[in-house]
């Protein structure tokens, strides 16, 4: 009999032609589409029942078998919760990095196994292997600029052992023209931007929904009091659009940009012109660490960082300060780190895990 894959299916072009390919290479493959939010499914804003439709016509064409799924209780509470008290400390969390841990390769995983599958596959831009030592390693995809290893950086051994990557080898124009051959109407869709439960919404609007406003002072690191933020948890490290200060500016021009959150005293710290010296961090510190291989790794000269997905790699070297702690020093500084995000570690082309940036 043929091994059965369960695919996790969004309603775009990747994970459809990831199934596709599976389906072509003699698995028996079962589609799977998570509902992961149900506060506001009938809203403008929430395209769950488009993607649903979407998803069904590409398991009819392909022709594999679909399930729905309702995740959207264990969402709530492994990943809201967490999104929501990460926005009331005044850090910016990456949702998407929990929900991959928690939700897509977890409550997913769990439940495909329940399915009768041996493993599952998603259309994520990333690959695996085994290493030398016998562990599953989390490898960069073949199309750099569609890489989301950055993303994935959470996952762990069982996770990754039992998980397929079809798209890892293949660039982004490949996976459309495989799609369009194929008759697959979502060939030309256009790819999701921003967090799964959000949607296209003005995201201020949605967070005033679950968390009060609190206005304080907008102010200079010299002390001068320049406006008024709206509250904390809507600005982040390096934002430049929206701060509310566009009609202000010196002499030369300059923009202004979030350099710094005083919790303590909820001010919000801004400075002038994209190079101010307050944007650039050389050193940071990273909690709640995750690391791929199970264990942590021995420090490396070849290590490149990531504070952020789109970011270079940035040569660093890191140090352990306790049993879930890092610091990292950067051979150049870095601009806008910005707290609540992920700090990903890679060796070569080998994600090798990361932590949270404090």
Known sequence: MAERIVVGMSGGVDSAVAALLLKRAGYEVVGLFMKNWEDDDDSEYCSTREDLVDVAAVADVIGIDLEVVNFARNYRERVFSEFLREYSAGRTPNPDVLCNAEIKFRAFLDHALDMGASRIATGHYARVDTGEDGRVRLLRARDASKDQSYFLHRLDQSQLARTIFPLGDRVKT???????????????????????????????????????????????????????????????????????????????????????????????????????PLLWRQQLLARDLSWVAGVAPQSDPADAGKTRYRQTDATCHVGFTGPDSISVAFASPQWAVTPGQSFVLYRGEACLGGGVIQ
Not at 183 to 188: F, N
Not at 218 to 232: A, C, N, Q
Not at 251 to 266: F, S, T
Request: glycine share 14%; charged share 25%; with cysteine.
């Open 174 to 276: 490949a996976v459309r023209e495989i799609a369009r051959e194929a008759g697959l109407a979502v060939h030309a869709k256009r790819d999701s931007t921003g967090i799964c439960f959000i949607g296209e919404r003005p995201f201020r609007e949605f967070l005033n929904r679950y968390l009060p406003r609190s206005p304080g002072p907008m102010r200079t690191p010299e002390g001068l009091i320049v406006g008024e933020h709206i509250g904390l948890m809507f600005y982040t490290i390096g934002q430049r659009k929206g701060i509310g200060l566009g009609g202000r500016r010196d002499a030369d021009g300059l923009p202004w940009y979030v350099a710094h959150k005083d919790i303590e005293r909820n001010e919000l710290i801004v400075v002038q012109g994209h190079d101010h």
